[in-house]
């Protein structure tokens, strides 16, 4: 377990203010579990992207990871946990509740991806608005293999953002993308060392907090406008599909083969 101050329990996400508060990192901070998402993530980070969308002070929000993962994505046991009826039906919002607050956060939204991003750790991105990678940082979305559904509407948002092939190989397979192939495929904007990957990113957040807030602001509203409908229609597809397909034989075989390596 990471420990925090005073030998309690580290906060499973920790906030960084740079530039006077103009630049705010959001760091997942569940190390032990590759960042992976449980309640506690989704919650912590949601109530930090909706922090700042409220702040007149901040102007770019940095998402990143702690330690060798940017996330691993869902936590696994959590989703067995609901698969099986351990949690209630509460514990899913905050997948939804994430996706609402980045599908509608009106500011520059950039990623800097310190290592393997994994199902959500993938998807996020294409909700990111600017995306550096650490060179030696790997994607890859594991749906097909779960025996669960495409999620956060990239049924909708990888072909869109690198083409069907590109997508589709992506969704059947869960094969690897390493960084230079991210670049390619218009996910990231550029890889960079991984010592220097947030530092570079910071670089970049500032010359976006040096122009007039209402004017960035406006171009990321038009921007979000020109796929929003589309976004909330592939999310509303992808849940249903999801009800029907989690839970289900091959789903159930899935958590259990990869329950000794998922999450906490």
Not at 74 to 96: C, N, S, Y
Not at 166 to 193: S, Y
Not at 217 to 231: F, G, I, N, P, Q
Request: charged letters at 20%.
């Amino acid at each position: 377990m990471t420990v925090g101050p005073g030998g309690g329990p580290a906060p499973v996400v920790v906030v960084e203010d740079h530039e006077d508060g103009a630049v705010r990192v959001v760091r997942f901070n569940r190390p032990d579990a590759r960042n992976a998402f449980d309640g506690a993530l989704y919650d912590a980070v949601t109530g930090a992207i909706t922090d700042a969308a409220a702040s007149s002070a901040v102007h770019v929000v940095v998402l990143t990871g702690t330690g060798s993962a940017f996330s691993a994505g869902q936590d696994l046991k959590e989703m067995a946990r609901i698969v099986t009826g351990q949690a209630g039906p509460e514990a899913a919002k905050g997948f939804r509740g994430l996706l609402d607050a980045v599908g509608c956060f009106d500011k520059p939204l950039l990623a800097a991806v310190n290592g393997v991003g994994v199902g959500l750790g993938f998807t996020l991105l294409a909700h990111c608005d600017l995306v550096l990678m650490a060179d030696d940082a790997r994607l890859r979305v594991p749906f097909a293999e779960l025996g669960v559904p495409p999620e956060a509407a990239s049924s909708y948002l990888f072909p869109r953002t690198m083409g069907w092939q590109r997508a589709a190989h992506l969704l059947f397979t869960g094969t690897w993308m390493g960084a230079p192939e991210a670049v390619d495929a218009g996910i990231a904007l550029a890889h960079h060392p991984a010592e220097s990957l947030l530092g570079e990113t910071l670089a970049l957040a500032r010359v976006i907090a040096a122009a007039p807030l209402d004017a960035v602001m406006t171009a990321k509203r038009l921007l979000l406008a020109t796929r929003s409908a589309e976004v909330a229609a592939a999310r509303a597809r992808e849940d249903a599909a999801f009800v029907e397909l989690l839970g289900s034989a091959a789903n159930l075989a899935a958590l259990e083969r990869f329950g000794s390596d998922a999450g906490s």
